[in-house]
């Protein structure tokens, strides 16, 4: 193929060739209406084609106005600007000669100057907030007004002057009296090199616009000042030295004459009038530089008229730049102190005080860097505008979200807007494991870790431009981990009731929506762009893994096993340990041993009491004694007492009872007592045979 680019005039009469070759064919012969539709809108796309290209010129090799390479230049023009305000005050009221090197230097900057005019022909400009990028405006509008400023400025003063007057410096002619004075006139030629100060305020402008930082804006609002103060001050010195030197030649005294300054060098007297401009500008006047001439004294009164302005606009802008950074300070601080106050007197914890302060620290310091709220600058903005920057900042992390890469560009644009800007602190849980929300996340700065809420092991970490949450979002089911934030984490959150409302607006996203909720419903989450972190398969997550699922049968089945296998093992080394509840309905027996006497209670220390001694009649029972009611029904009277059965009756006073610390557990002494008088009332029932009983006892008082 031939990538040979034709001429735009050898395409232009190609076309109208075409042109006239049609319609001589159309004249020729009959043509079906369907081909004349074709014949139609092929001749309407040539036709649109060729009016292009007829304005080609107009508007290719343009430069935008806001584009990175006219920045650099508009930044190059500066110095050059500020250069020429310097040296053409300089070189015409101290009569210095320049240099081979300064003349070398002023023919390339009047090179750049002629160079700029040329660029600014193919720059495009605004108008009225529009942007206008066609040659013949740009031409109209520069020739009114700028183009005549920028070429008088980049005139060659100092060719013509050296053309004019021999060009020899060295030259008795050249230097001649006369010669001297009507050079030193045709030199202020030179301040019309100073109309392209008119431009430094644009230019300034536009580099100002450029600076996001607060820090930097401050830092260039006082750069701006202290040049300001420091050009006028060398204009005023300048000045004031050609007055005083002009003035020698006709008054007698003057202020360099009076100072012997007129044989010192010339950067002497220039530091000279220098200090004299500042000592004047900032109303200290120390006295040792004093006019003499009418001249001189008319010019020392309308440099303190001017400086008084100067000094009280600097002063009071400089003033207004530290109040203004402080405002925010003291804001800070007065929020901070009250912050503390209420957290002293509500008594919260040293490490919630300290998490609270580094919150306020954190959203303060951003505070600091925007100056505006979010809001604030959007209200100024129109609607498209509005959108486009919505687009642009939440546009950007959902496009990363490939769940909403199926739906159109117009939902995601107005998706945008609905993103709520959200900060949490470092410790702070987003989610919690098993709440309800409806809220999906997406990560604009920080990192925050997903982690299982009960073994609070770690399974993610997420960072910029990702999400997290949208399970529970389409499924509306309960959260399946927790999110906690490792730093300061700013995050744009999605509520349902939002996200539900903008797709009734849009039918096809609606369609997507169900899709979505079906297979997320029947357990396939693949069109969530759900992976599993265990076995990376896409359409599960961690929970529901089959791996885990199979590790935790395991897990149960041996811990069932070794728990089966402690009991069996605790009963075949200690059977005695095995405890058995306190009451027992089926137990309706109590047999005494015949080895009941004082020596062997239950629970009571041999040493502490003998039966015998308080209950002789007990001693003499040679056969255990079963105690029966009237009816004939056996009593249900271990109720409250720790006695360890064997088989299906109690033995009472048996050996294996027998605790030498006291109880029958061997814990508590105290309850041996208590349990002996229970023995006691059992003892002494009414239809017990081989025991005397003086007077029965009640049921109530032996189950109480």
Not at 15 to 28: A, E, F, G, I, W
Not at 34 to 39: D, H, L, M, S, W
Not at 310 to 335: D, H, P, W
Request: positive net charge; glycine residues 4%; proline residues 3%.
């Amino acid at each position: 193929m031939d990538n040979t680019k034709v001429h735009p005039s050898a395409f232009m009469d190609k076309n109208k060739k075409t042109l006239k070759s049609v319609h001589q064919s159309r004249k020729d012969s009959k043509i079906s209406p369907t081909i004349k539709v074709k014949e139609e809108r092929y001749l309407k796309k040539l036709s649109m084609i060729s009016e292009q290209e007829e304005k080609w010129w107009e508007v290719r090799f343009l430069f935008h106005p806001e584009s990175g390479a006219r920045m650099i230049w508009d930044i190059l023009i500066l110095a050059f600007i500020i250069y020429q305000s310097l040296s053409v005050p300089y070189f015409i009221c101290f009569n210095d000669i320049p240099s081979d090197l300064t003349n070398g230097f002023e023919f390339l900057m009047n090179i750049c100057f002629i160079s700029d005019v040329l660029a600014t022909f193919n720059t495009g400009f605004y108008i009225k907030g529009t942007l206008v990028m066609n040659r013949k405006d740009i031409i109209k509008d520069y020739i009114k007004f700028w183009f005549w400023m920028d070429v008088v400025a980049s005139m060659p003063y100092n060719w013509f002057v050296g053309n004019i007057f021999g060009g020899d410096s060295t030259s008795s002619a050249y230097n001649a009296p006369k010669v001297l004075r009507l050079m030193r006139i045709f030199r202020f030629l030179k301040v019309l090199r100073l109309l392209r100060l008119a431009k430094l305020k644009k230019i300034l402008m536009k580099i100002e616009d450029y600076i996001a930082s607060n820090t930097l804006a401050n830092i260039f609002v006082f750069g701006k000042l202290l040049a300001l103060v420091f050009f006028i001050a060398h204009w005023t010195a300048c000045l004031w030295f050609f007055i005083g030197d002009q003035g020698s030649d006709i008054h007698p005294v003057t202020w360099i004459t009076y100072i012997n300054l007129q044989n010192s060098s010339i950067f002497e007297k220039y530091i000279t009038s220098l200090y004299w401009a500042f000592t004047t500008m900032s109303t200290v006047g120390y006295g040792d530089i004093t006019p003499f001439t009418i001249t001189e004294k008319i010019y020392a009164m309308m440099t303190m008229i001017m400086a008084s302005g100067v000094f009280a606009f600097t002063i009071g802008s400089i003033g207004a730049l530290v109040s203004k950074a402080n405002s925010v300070e003291n804001a800070y601080r007065e929020q901070a102190v009250a912050v503390n106050r209420y957290m002293k007197r509500k008594y919260l914890p040293n490490n919630l005080q300290f998490r609270v302060r580094r919150y306020l620290d954190y959203v303060w310091e951003n505070k600091k860097k925007n100056k505006m709220d979010e809001r604030q600058v959007l209200i100024l903005l129109s609607e498209p505008l509005r959108d486009e920057i919505y687009s642009h900042i939440h546009g950007v992390v959902i496009k990363f979200c490939k769940i909403f890469e199926k739906f159109e560009t117009n939902f995601i644009s107005q998706l945008a807007r609905t993103l709520i800007n959200e900060t949490f602190a470092p410790g702070d849980n987003i989610i919690e494991e098993g709440e309800m929300s409806d809220k999906m996340y997406f990560i604009m700065m920080g990192k925050v870790i997903i982690y299982h809420g009960l073994t609070k092991s770690m399974i993610q970490e997420l960072g910029e431009k990702q999400y997290f949450g949208e399970i529970s979002f389409f499924t509306s089911n309960p959260r399946c981990a927790s999110v906690k934030c490792t730093d300061f984490v700013d995050v744009l959150s999605l509520t349902r009731l939002n996200f539900n409302c903008l797709a009734s607006k849009f039918p096809e996203a609606s369609e997507i929506i169900e899709g979505l909720i079906k297979n997320c419903e029947k357990g396939d989450f693949s069109c969530l762009d759900i992976s599993c972190y265990l076995c990376e398969e896409v359409g599960h997550y961690a929970i529901k893994c089959k791996l885990l699922m199979i590790n935790l049968d395991q897990e149960e089945t041996r811990n069932k096993w070794m728990h089966e296998r402690n009991d069996q093992n605790s009963k075949l080394v200690n059977n005695k340990d095995v405890q058995t509840p306190r009451f027992n309905r089926k137990i309706r027996k109590i047999k005494l041993c015949p080895r009941y006497n004082g020596r062997n209670v239950v629970g009571i220390p041999r040493e502490n009491l003998m039966l015998t001694q308080a209950y002789p009649e007990i001693s003499e029972t040679p056969e255990p004694v079963v105690i029966e009611s009237s009816t004939g029904d056996s009593i249900d009277c271990v109720q409250n007492v720790t006695i360890r059965p064997i088989y299906s009756e109690l033995y009472l006073n048996s050996e294996e009872s027998i605790s030498p610390r006291g109880d029958a557990e061997g814990k508590n002494p105290r309850k041996a007592v208590f349990r002996l008088s229970l023995i006691k009332k059992k003892l002494l029932y009414d239809q017990a045979s081989s025991v005397r009983i003086k007077k029965p006892v009640s049921r109530t008082s032996i189950i109480h």
